[in-house]
């Protein structure tokens, strides 16, 4: 009985120990990737605005080539809305929204997890012009985890789990456009 007390009073102080810790560990994260694309900037920035087109090049849309896909509204314009439902526990279920457009330079998505977990962060696209054949294209992640989930952000290494998921995103939209 006593070896069940002290059992239970270390998980007790394991588990205040890391609730005390998320306290004061970061809740946000950054993800940014970039490519150079040898097409004009219009070219480039024309095709990445509509939502649909990120099923060409995006690493998740080729992860199930079967999942249920829905769009509203009009899209390549604030408001349109993908949403996706997918067997695939990589996939799951979820949405992306245009929240903003400042033509030619950037758009701006919400992302709304359901499934396997629930979450919503923000994304974003930027587009430069380098010169009259070369686009420089940035594609980023802001990411939350409130408390006491942050805690996992002290073992976990987010930019490392999702940075090459954007970088074959980022090269299949390179070769698309480039071919």
Same mark, same amino acid.
């Given at each position: 009985?006593? =070896?069940?007390?002290?059992?239970?009073?270390?998980?007790?102080?394991? =588990?205040? #120990? #890391?609730?005390?810790?998320?306290?004061?560990?970061?809740?946000?994260? $950054?993800?940014?990737?970039? #490519?150079?694309? *040898?097409?004009? $900037?219009?070219?480039?920035?024309?095709?990445?605005?509509?939502?649909?087109? $990120?099923?060409?090049?995006?690493?998740?849309?080729?992860?199930?080539?079967?999942?249920?896909?829905?769009?509203? +509204?009009?899209? +390549?314009?604030?408001?349109?809305?993908?949403?996706?439902?997918? *067997?695939?526990?990589?996939?799951?279920?979820?949405?992306?929204?245009? =929240?903003?457009?400042?033509? +030619?330079?950037? =758009?701006?998505?919400?992302?709304?997890?359901?499934?396997?977990?629930?979450?919503?962060?923000?994304?974003?696209?930027?587009?430069?012009?380098?010169?009259?054949?070369?686009?420089?294209?940035?594609?980023?992640?802001? +990411? $939350?985890?409130?408390?006491?989930?942050?805690?996992?952000?002290?073992?976990?290494?987010?930019?490392?789990?999702?940075?090459?998921?954007?970088?074959?995103?980022?090269?299949? %939209?390179?070769?698309? %456009?480039?071919?």
């Amino acid at each position: 009985m006593k =070896i069940l007390k002290i059992v239970a009073v270390l998980f007790g102080l394991m =588990i205040a #120990v #890391v609730l005390i810790v998320g306290l004061f560990s970061p809740k946000d994260y $950054h993800i940014l990737r970039e #490519v150079i694309i *040898e097409r004009p $900037h219009q070219e480039v920035y024309d095709y990445v605005k509509f939502l649909k087109n $990120h099923d060409n090049f995006s690493k998740w849309a080729s992860m199930d080539p079967n999942m249920k896909k829905e769009y509203k +509204g009009t899209d +390549g314009t604030v408001g349109f809305i993908s949403s996706w439902e997918s *067997e695939n526990k990589n996939v799951g279920k979820g949405e992306q929204e245009i =929240i903003a457009i400042e033509e +030619g330079k950037r =758009i701006d998505y919400q992302l709304r997890f359901f499934e396997p977990f629930e979450s919503s962060d923000k994304a974003f696209m930027t587009f430069e012009s380098l010169n009259a054949y070369q686009t420089k294209v940035q594609w980023g992640f802001d +990411g $939350h985890m409130g408390f006491p989930m942050n805690t996992l952000l002290l073992f976990m290494n987010m930019e490392k789990m999702i940075k090459d998921d954007f970088e074959t995103g980022l090269n299949n %939209l390179k070769s698309i %456009l480039e071919n």
